[in-house]
């Protein structure tokens, strides 16, 4: 019997990828003047990236935590939009559903869409483990590096992200080509940044389905019609 | 600076916040998962979410100068060139991020 590995071989470089934005994060931490243990505090419990960079800023300003709430609603609304396909009933038990929420990254959401083939249980929480894995062990390896050596002259690490987002959707593209759907994803993007920068994310999302709910609406008329 | 209780408050509200956002539309959708929209959406979703989440990674690129940006933009090159070319994610994720540290740093 053929043996598949235990894991998608996409996992690799999205877990290198998060390990390295990881030692990013860690320096951000040591460098924002704080202990180089609350990078392994933020990543462990928090464990949502491009919040956490947003809550160093609002620790080291001692922000109520009124607007930490609403912070955390604006820049995480985007989750929602991930149970509409993230194979959560796939996933066996009740703990390991808490855990899979829990931990149901960008990231993770991302290689399961990126490859719907056969999720198992197993395979979806090995994948969300050692993302996690990655991202918190990069975070306190990086914090731990800035606060034995100065390494302010490293720079741009964050560009991982940026990269991984690229590939997953050349992949996505490769897998259903869609220009006009690319293309109006980037024109959302490019309108919310400018209408309202500090909500970038969620206004890009809720344009980018209103768009699809239009175009699927044209396409059942003309069915009809 | 904040002291740490507050900030293990902070902690604690950002990540109920944030598995609330992550667990609850799962209530809310799971039975709307036959629905032909619903199903529509899905299939059609990574392509965009991702196209919007690369924009966003770079959104204060423009932002921190002329050098930044033509980093960025060189990096951003090498990654899809890399991609297009070799089909490894490892590759062009490391390619082009070493591309773009190299060039902030050292420039």
């Known amino acids: ?15 290198l990828g998060l390990f390295s934005l990881g030692l990013a994060f860690g320096l951000v931490v040591v460098h924002a003047g704080l202990a180089w243990w609350w990078a392994t505090v933020f990543t462990a419990v928090v464990y949502a990236g491009s919040l956490e960079f947003l809550l160093v800023g609002l620790a080291v300003a001692a922000t109520p935590l009124l607007q930490v709430a609403a912070t955390t609603l604006i820049v995480n609304l985007r989750h929602v939009f991930y149970a509409l396909s993230f194979p959560l ?9 808490a855990y899979s929420t829990y931990a149901l990254t960008d990231e993770a959401y991302a290689v399961t869409a990126a490859d719907p083939g056969e999720w198992t249980s197993r395979r979806i929480l090995l994948v969300q483990i050692i993302f996690q894995v990655a991202w918190v062990s990069g975070a306190t390896i990086g914090a731990l590096v800035g606060t034995a050596l100065p390494v302010e002259r490293v720079q741009g690490l964050d560009f991982a992200l940026t990269a ?5 959707a050349i ?6 080509p869609d ?4 293309c109006c994803a ?11 920068p500090g909500q970038m994310l969620v206004w890009a999302f809720v344009g980018y389905t209103v768009v699809l709910v239009g175009r699927l609406g044209l396409a059942r008329r003309g069915a009809h019609g | 600076m904040a002291d740490p209780s507050h900030i293990v408050a902070m902690v604690a509200v950002s990540a109920a916040i944030t598995w609330a956002l992550r667990a609850l539309p799962f209530a809310v959708l799971a039975p709307m998962r036959r629905s032909v929209v619903v199903r529509y959406l899905s299939l059609h979703m990574p392509l965009g979410i991702m196209v919007i989440l690369a924009l966003y990674t ?4 423009p932002a921190s100068g002329p050098l930044d940006a033509w980093a ?3 990096a951003l090159v090498v990654t899809v060139a890399l991609q297009l070319w070799r089909r490894n994610a490892l590759v062009s994720i490391v390619g082009g991020t070493l591309v773009n540290v190299l060039l902030v740093s050292l420039l």
């Open chain 1, 1 to 15: 019997m053929e043996r598949r590995s235990p894991v998608p071989a996409i996992v690799v470089p999205v877990g």
């Open chain 1, 89 to 97: 009933d796939r996933v066996d038990r009740w703990w390991a559903k």
């Open chain 1, 164 to 168: 991984l987002f690229v590939v997953l």
């Open chain 1, 171 to 176: 992949d996505a593209y490769r897998a259903r």
């Open chain 1, 179 to 182: 220009p006009v759907f690319a």
């Open chain 1, 186 to 196: 980037a024109v959302c993007a490019v309108v919310a940044w400018l209408l309202a």
């Open chain 2, 58 to 61: 770079v959104r204060d690129v």
């Open chain 2, 72 to 74: 960025a933009m060189a």
